[in-house]
């Protein structure tokens, strides 16, 4: 069988072609067509105002696509006047579960999908969430947006370097917006940390500091295997897609727990430091390109293999490829240097920390604490901030909204993500080849300490990719 992805239909292909032609092509449709709505649902006017309604379509409706996106927006559909019109999963149970759960939480009656290169042909939707598999995150973000539609991706923004940039490249292009799902970059405590050390409260900035730490004793991301994960219910070759070397016959492991193997996913670098990096790297108030970095981590304790005590459909007999700790060290072109740690075998985490030379900010909690270094004592007053409202998926969308009708800037927008998914990039290639990986922003290559270029992992580079 050929690994191509099957073939759209010749008009539908010519329709999703990336080209000039395609994009103006979706723009004009949008307004020439009006389709059927069902409840709660109404035509959008392209988005202009604050009171125009924004039709909303979700690709990759799993647990987190059913739950963190379809619930929430099911949850606030109202106060964010929006509307729901399909859904697309691989999966014809995620589906059919997607479709009743919008229709029984008053979304209406929506469309479902196996291929989203489908449900892009409908012209009223206005905004793509992707939720799917982490390999699949650029072509759906790609074409969603030259085929006229704004983006919220799930973190990590993407698998691989080269693809960010293609993502980058192609939002720059459309002009349509891409959010990523790093909830946190919402959190007002970031923002409060951002014009503080804009307003030159703690001096320059020195290092940053964060953890996202777990103990599983079975093994992260071991998610049961349920009942109806079978290939009569799921498109196994449209899942892997063309990108990825691959396996047959269907696997229910792989399918599941995805977020153990490489092929898919970079495992805590794409899962949990996207939750620390996103909003760190906005707190400085100057998000920038890393010029080295470094990562080292470990996968020996193999919690994969300890089964006592499971139910049969828990079990595993497959060990991860990715580690189960790991610590990474990113310097950047101001001077500070960023160091993040993640573990799945030990839960303790070190202080969340911005350091700068003349005071540092706490930023655990709700709260920013802004603490002088004993040598400017005199000249910086302690302060703290107000407490803010925890960070929520909720309040992410709602910026993701209020972006598209122009009341907004995106807190976790394209040009933060891009840099933050070149840090993730050059930690797993860091850790995964064992070198320091340089980065020069302009040329977009990666160099060793001997200036040596070192080709950056995309699909295809290691038999596990």
């Known amino acids: 069988m050929s690994s191509e992805l099957p073939p759209l239909p010749s008009s539908r292909r010519l329709f999703l072609k990336r080209s000039t032609g395609a994009l103006a092509m979706a723009g004009a449709a949008k307004s020439l067509i009006t389709p059927i709505y069902g409840q709660n649902q109404a035509p959008s006017a392209n988005v202009n105002g604050a ?34 019109a399909a859904v697309c999963d691989v ?15 008053g979304g209406g009656d929506v469309e479902g999908f196996e291929d989203y290169r489908k449900l892009l042909e409908r012209k009223d939707i206005d905004a793509i969430f992707c939720a799917t598999v982490d390999h699949w995150h650029t ?25 960010a940039f293609r993502i980058h490249d192609v939002a720059k292009k459309t002009g349509k917006l891409l959010q990523v799902g ?65 396996i047959r016959p269907f696997t229910a492991d792989h399918y599941f727990r995805w977020r153990k193997y490489y092929p898919y996913c970079s495992g805590l ?26 990562a080292v981590g470990s996968r020996a304790f193999k919690t994969d293999l300890n089964n006592e005590g499971r139910k049969p459909e828990q079990a595993t007999e497959f060990v991860r490829d990715v580690p189960e700790i790991i610590q990474l060290i990113a310097e950047f072109p ?28 706490t930023m655990a909690g709700n709260k920013v604490e802004l603490r002088p270094e004993r040598p400017f004592a005199e000249e910086i007053d302690p302060e703290t901030s107000q407490a803010f409202p925890s960070e929520s998926v909720a ?38 080849m064992g070198v320091v ?9 990666i160099k060793d300490g001997m200036g040596r270029e070192v080709p950056a992992p995309t699909y295809g580079w290691h038999e596990l990719s």
């Open 182 to 246: 790093s909830q946190g970059c919402s959190d007002q405590k970031w923002h409060q940390a951002a014009e503080w050390i804009k307003a030159g409260k703690i001096g320059p900035i020195v290092m940053t500091q964060g953890s996202y730490m777990r103990n599983n004793p079975w093994g992260e991301w071991n998610y049961t295997i349920q009942p109806w994960g079978k290939p009569d219910d799921i498109n196994w070759d449209l899942w892997m897609g063309s990108q990825i070397k691959r």
């Open 139 to 163: 072509p759906v973000s790609c074409d969603s947006m030259e085929a006229g539609k704004h983006v919220y991706v799930e973190k990590p923004m993407t698998r691989y370097l080269d693809e």
């Open 269 to 294: 670098l794409g899962d949990l430091f996207p939750h620390k990096l996103h909003p760190y790297m906005l707190a400085t108030g100057n998000p920038e390109f890393p010029v080295r970095v470094a």
């Open 334 to 361: 101001s001077g500070y240097v960023m160091h993040i740690t993640s573990s799945t075998v030990n839960e303790q985490g070190t202080q969340e920390l911005i350091r700068g030379q003349k005071a540092s900010l």
């Open 437 to 445: 990986c340089y980065f020069d922003e302009k040329t977009r290559k």
């Open 395 to 432: 309040a992410h969308h709602a910026n993701f909204f209020a972006g598209i009708r122009g009341q907004q800037k995106l807190n976790a927008g394209i040009d933060l993500a891009v840099k933050v998914q070149t840090v993730i990039s050059l930690a797993e290639a860091s850790d995964r």
């Open 91 to 105: 999966s014809k149970t995620r589906v059919n579960a997607a479709k009743k759960q919008i229709a029984n939480g």
């Open 51 to 84: 009171n125009e309604k924004i039709v909303c379509a979700y690709v990759g409706v799993g647990g987190q696509g059913a739950g963190a996106h379809v619930g929430q927006d099911l949850a606030h559909f109202k106060e964010n006047n929006t509307a729901f």
